[in-house]
């Protein structure tokens, strides 16, 4: 270990290591690289962008490794207009005990496999062909396991490395999918936990089998999704496989990241709280994402057709107004709604009524000033029972009224408040409930959009 007590460096805008304390140097050479170079350090690097990214200083544990040790310390980085300083300090170095078991080489290897062995971080750090495997990918020392395969879920949206890893255990048919020269595999990793001599885990050691039934395999049409292997799009189970393998783990990283932010475990720093909410936020997005896309799946699957229930767009507008009434009181916006005597009854599948109305106010209070109002209101035309969201907002132009409907389509907003899924699924809902979904606008004028659906008599 240096003398040193702070250790310094220095990168420019482009992520480049400029100038560099010997310690930190050292590091970086270790790595496989040196000064002008992008810093090799994977999570210093992360570190470092995500600094320059928020522009503001943040101070992380950070934790690596040399030849022969672990290193823990505390990374401060403070970005500016050229680049970022980078402060090191509480730097500890702990020698690494090599576990008591043959290294990876004396590993039987099966001959259309490889032998595999990473640190207890899941690093690579040593990796083996047999006779008739395909070639190992370039660059794969120090990578994680997880990114040198593309992990997949098991039917249950599990991962059997990652509960491994929890548990410190061996694990068995963890299928992964890893690209060779420019070809996709399939094979299904197994892996021993390894300990050293004091019973501290240090990793796995394992084969990584190649499957022979999906080898040179390609694609057969572009709707084929490689996070679900040759499962189709138009697969029913497609929406069920995005809740199994998306839902869960979100979920438990929303649920932590809010025990963070909401210090329910003891008091931490500041910056360290708003950080855990960022993610906590982030978690949410994704998670309605998740929704999105498995709504997506079913509406556009052949055939579709909605429940039709009795129902009253008062009350549905009611529900939607509770659901949601807290998020508008944190902007300060006011909602007018349907009065309890205002009844609509109308034809319609309950939940889905109640998903395209929440959609729309949901829309309507992100979309709207601060200290605005919007209105709810329920009427009647001939045989069509209808209620209409409306808003002091900014408006939509006529040219862009049509496109608002579309998919992906934000009318150029670049915030994370949405998926630009909301409103296309929510006309298709509408249709398929033999109703319709349209807007009234103009720019600064706020918008009006009406949910219209078979009217039914009381």
Not at 96 to 108: C, E, F, H, L, S
Not at 395 to 414: H, M, N, P, S
Request: charged residues 25%; proline residues 6%; hydrophobic residues 40%.
């Amino acid at each position: 270990m240096s003398g040193e007590r702070i250790i310094r460096g220095r990168v420019d805008a482009g992520g480049a290591l400029v100038s560099a304390d010997p310690s930190l140097l050292r590091l970086q050479q270790r790595a496989g690289a040196g000064l002008g170079r992008p810093l090799a350090l994977p999570q210093l690097a992360r570190l470092v962008a995500l600094a320059q990214r928020l522009q503001r200083d943040i101070s992380r544990p950070l934790y690596t490794a040399d030849d022969h040790s672990d290193i823990h310390a505390l990374v401060r980085i403070a970005p500016d207009a050229d680049g970022a300083t980078i402060e090191i300090s509480d730097w500890r170095t702990r020698p690494v005990v090599m576990p008591q078991t043959p290294p990876v080489a004396d590993v039987g290897i099966v001959p259309h496999g490889w032998a595999w062995e990473c640190d207890q971080h899941l690093r690579v750090v040593a990796l083996r062909a047999g006779a008739e495997a395909p070639s190992i990918p370039a660059g794969w020392e120090g990578r994680s396991l997880s990114e040198l395969f593309e992990l997949q879920p098991d039917a249950d949206g599990r991962f059997a490395v990652l509960r491994a890893l929890a548990r410190q255990a061996s694990f068995e048919g963890q299928r992964v999918r890893v690209e060779i020269g420019g070809t996709p595999l399939t094979m299904t990793v197994a892996g021993e936990a390894l300990f050293d001599a004091t019973g501290g885990f240090t990793g796995f050691r394992g084969i990584a089998v190649r499957d022979p039934e999906t080898t040179g395999a390609a694609p057969t049409s572009g709707t084929i999704d490689p996070a679900f292997g040759s499962l189709p799009l138009s697969d029913p189970q497609f929406g069920r496989r995005i809740d199994g393998a998306l839902r869960g783990p979100l979920s438990r990283i929303i649920a932590t990241a809010e025990t963070i932010h909401g210090q329910f475990d003891g008091p931490i720093r500041a910056d360290y709280a708003r950080y855990a909410g960022d993610i906590a936020h982030a978690g949410r997005h994704l998670l309605g994402l998740v929704d999105d896309l498995a709504d997506l799946q079913n509406i556009e699957r052949p055939g579709f057709k909605a429940a039709r229930d009795e129902i009253d767009l008062g009350d549905l507008a009611r529900r939607a107004v509770g659901l949601l009434g807290m998020k508008a009181e944190e902007k300060g916006i006011r909602i007018d709604a349907p009065r309890t005597d205002d009844r609509m009854p109308a034809y319609g599948e309950f939940r889905r009524v109640l998903q395209v109305l929440l959609n729309l106010l949901g829309n309507a209070i992100r979309y709207s000033p601060e200290q605005s109002q919007i209105w709810i209101r329920v009427d009647r035309e001939g045989d069509r029972a209808m209620v209409t969201v409306a808003d002091q907002g900014q408006g939509i132009a006529t040219d862009q009224q049509a496109v608002v409907f579309e998919k992906f389509e934000r009318l150029g907003r670049t915030d994370s408040g949405g998926s630009g899924l909301g409103l296309y699924i929510a006309r298709r809902l509408a249709r398929a409930m033999d109703g319709d979904l349209t807007v009234d606008s103009a720019p600064g004028q706020g918008a009006r959009f009406t949910l219209s659906l078979p009217a039914r008599e009381a």
